[in-house]
C-alpha cells in the first residue's frame, strides 16, 4: 500500500503532513461566509462543567437551530468527545452547508480521527510482527506448544490489524469527503484559503488510497501557490503519487 511505504520510507513526507496540520490550524477558521470569529468565542465560552448539557437541551427545544448545533460541537470537542463533536458537526452543516469554517472544523477532527486510527494500526502491524517471528530453532519450545500458541496469538492479532485498517481507511475518506465539500465551498479566487484546502484535501486523498484526486489537488495547490516553501515536497509526493498510480 503506497501510503504505508511513502511513510516508511519517504521521512520527508512526515513534515508535509504536520506542516499541513499546524497550516489548517491556524487558518481553520477563515473562509467566505465563515464564522470563525464566532466559534472561536464560542470554543472559549464552552469550558464549563454545564456546556455540553446546556447545548444538548438546547438542541433537543430547537433542533434546527444551526447555532445551537456549533455550540453542541464545540462543547463536545472541548470534552475530547471527537465522534460526538464530528456527527454535531455535520448536523450543522446541512443547515449551513456553505459555512466554510464548518468545514474547516469538521476536517480537523476527521484528520485527527484518521491519524489516531494509523497508530492504532501500526501498533497492531507491530505486535503482528513480533508474533509472527521465527520461533522453531528450540526443539523443546515445539515440543511444549508454543509454536501453536503464537500462530494462534498471531491470527488473532492479524484480524484486529485489518480490522484496524479498514477503520482507517473508512475515517481517511470521510475526512476526504469533507475537504471535498469544503473545496466547492470557497472559491479559487480565495487563493491562499483555497490552496490550503487542495493541500488538506491531497493529504486525506492519498491517505484513503484516491491517488487520482490527491494529484489533482496537489496540482491545484502549485498552480495557486506556485512560491510555496512546500512546493519542493509536494513536487516529491507528487512523483511518489504518479508512480503508484501507475501515471
Known sequence: ????????????????????????????????????????????????????????????????????????????????????????????LTL???????????GRLQEEVTTLRWYRYQKLQSELAVASGPTGSDPLQTLAGTDQLLSAYASLVSTKANSAYNSYINAAKAWEGTYKRYAKAVPVSSTLQRAQIEFQL???????????????????????TPKSPLAAQVRKVLVELRKASGG
Open 202 to 224: 491531497a493529504q486525506a486523498a492519498s491517505s484513503a488510497g484516491d491517488y487520482a484526486t490527491a494529484i489533482k489537488s496537489y496540482e491545484t495547490y502549485l498552480r495557486l
Open 96 to 106: 449551513k452547508p456553505k459555512d466554510s469554517s464548518g468545514f474547516a472544523q469538521l
Open 1 to 92: 500500500m503506497f501510503f504505508m511505504r511513502l511513510r516508511r520510507s519517504a521521512k520527508w513526507a512526515f513534515i508535509v503532513v504536520v506542516f499541513a496540520f499546524a497550516f489548517s490550524f491556524l487558518f481553520a477558521g477563515v473562509g467566505s461566509g465563515g464564522s470563525g470569529g464566532d466559534i472561536v468565542q464560542e470554543i472559549l465560552g464552552s469550558r464549563g462543567s454545564d456546556a455540553v448539557k446546556s447545548a444538548e437541551k438546547d438542541v433537543a427545544k430547537h433542533p434546527n437551530n444551526a447555532s445551537g448545533w456549533i455550540r453542541l460541537a464545540q462543547a463536545y470537542d472541548g470534552k475530547d468527545r471527537r465522534g460526538d463533536a464530528i456527527n454535531a458537526y455535520k448536523k450543522y
